[in-house]
């Protein structure tokens, strides 16, 4: 597995992650802080960047 395929999949984990966190979460589903929230989405963030800077065009 290439580092891009690991980026990658961490970024799709981290999407699921946060995808069924805010089902779950009210402060979330209002768009209100939430720490577990701002903390899955910054994560996510960043994976997507490192799978995309990996990625060459
Ligand atoms: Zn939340």
Do not use: F, I, N, W
């Amino acid at each position: 597995m290439t580092a891009t395929d690991q980026a990658a999949s961490r970024a799709e984990e981290l999407y699921r992650l946060l995808l069924q966190h805010v089902d779950v979460c009210r402060p979330c589903g209002a768009m209100e802080d939430c720490a577990k929230g701002t903390r899955l989405r910054r994560a996510l963030r960043a994976a997507r960047y490192a799978a995309r800077e990996r990625t060459p065009r």
